[in-house]
């Protein structure tokens, strides 16, 4: 998450103008899709195994 931010200049995460808004909503949704989709696969995994 954070290295593709860094990748870009070591300051850009610390000044907020530097940011833009247009990039931020759909990387947020991946992060979140990703997230979503970890927890899923960790719970059906945690109920195979505990059968």
Do not use: C, N
């Not at 931010?5 to 070591?10: A, F, G, K």
């Not at 000044?15 to 247009?22: C, D, M, N, T, V």
């Not at 979503?36 to 960790?42: E, N, P, R």
Request: aromatic share 12%; net charge positive.
């Amino acid at each position: 998450m954070d290295h593709v931010q860094y990748r870009e200049s070591p300051f850009s995460a610390r000044k907020p103008g530097h940011i833009k808004p247009a990039r931020q909503p759909p990387f947020k949704e991946g992060t979140m899709e990703l997230l979503i989709g970890f927890v899923a696969t960790l719970f059906i995994s945690l109920l195979i195994f505990r059968k």
